[in-house]
């Protein structure tokens, strides 16, 4: 179903008011493009508030929506801290793209359960919630009515994810298309044997081409998750 994608129509993309100080208007070249998904929705507004109040530059240049929109906060040549890797010579080299999704999702117990936990040096439970078996819930405790992919082995900690929209799909994949042809980014590479969905030191190898998730450069993410369609536009359009 992806054989037909074209470039991104540029007048598909919506421009979201995004302060000039809070992302660096400086050009670099582009060698890479890495896909994330934001663990919140329905809407971006919490996505990008969250990213106002944080006294670092942290946003990436786009937001696709669930309904396939991309909203776009800054140009694509110019960048904002994204990876949390430690070279801050792959933020200003790589494009991050923002998926809005809820992430990995837990299965109620009908016990009560932790959610939001932070770790600076210990673990610290924000919230402890009684659980509805019959419900699964995000990162910060809600329960949440969505289709989900379930992987049998687990993904980074998650047995359940709530599945990327065909329409975001889509999009991300005209995106990619757009930025092949613009910045000369490669579709495809055979650097990786371990894939995109797991960390490889080949993402952050300085010189390292080609399109990433978040989970390649850190071990410590699940963005983005492997659905099914998403690999299956991936590996399409590098024959486009």
């Known amino acids: ?18 302060p000039e100080n809070k992302y660096f ?22 996505d990008v508030d969250t990213w106002l109040k944080n006294k670092y530059r942290v946003a990436t240049a786009i937001i696709v929506a669930r309904d396939g929109t991309p909203y776009q906060l800054f140009s694509s040549r110019y960048w904002a801290y994204h990876l949390g890797a430690g070279d801050h010579d792959q933020d200003r080299r790589s494009i991050g793209i923002e998926i809005d999704n809820w992430g990995g999702l837990t299965p109620g117990t009908g016990k009560p359960q932790i959610f ?10 924000w919230k402890l919630k009684t659980t509805d078996p019959q419900k699964y819930y995000t990162y910060y405790g809600n329960a949440v009515d969505v289709p989900m992919q379930y992987y049998p082995n687990g993904f980074r900690g998650y047995n359940y994810f ?27 590479h055979d650097v990786c044997k371990r894939g995109i969905f797991d960390y490889c030191e080949c993402a952050t190898t300085l010189g390292s081409t080609g399109v990433w998730t978040h989970c390649s450069f850190r ?14 536009m991936l590996q399409t359009i590098q024959n486009l």
Request: aromatic content about 8%.
């Open 25 to 46: 208007k400086e050009v670099f070249p582009k060698t890479q493009v890495v896909l994330h998904h934001t663990v919140s929705g329905p809407s971006i507004d919490g």
């Open 1 to 18: 179903m992806w054989t037909d994608l074209k470039p991104l129509d540029l007048t598909k993309i919506k421009i979201h008011p995004f």
């Open 219 to 232: 071990k410590d993410k699940s963005d983005c998750h492997p659905d099914p369609q998403l690999i299956e």
């Open 162 to 188: 709530e599945k990327y929209t065909d329409a975001q799909i889509q999009t991300v994949g005209e995106l990619l298309l757009l930025w092949r042809n613009k910045y000369g980014i490669p579709l495809k």
């Open 116 to 125: 939001n936990i932070e770790k600076p040096k210990y673990y610290i439970p």
